[in-house]
């Protein structure tokens, strides 16, 4: 069976931090992929960032 975890942070270190902890918990052979975005948008003169990843694994 395939699963997807998401993750969705404001900063990059903290999406760092928490898809390593994930990942640490996984065996070997059981990662298939990671998909990493980063958007963008401005909201009264501030520029807000979100990064977010999927990790693609098998149970």
Known sequence: MYKVKLFDEE???DLERAVNAFLAGL???QLIDVKYNVAMMESEGEQ???FSAMVIYRT
Do not use: A, L, Q, S
Request: net charge neutral; proline share 0%.
């Open 11 to 13: 900063h990059e270190k």
């Open 27 to 29: 065996k070997e052979g």
């Open 48 to 50: 807000i960032y979100c």
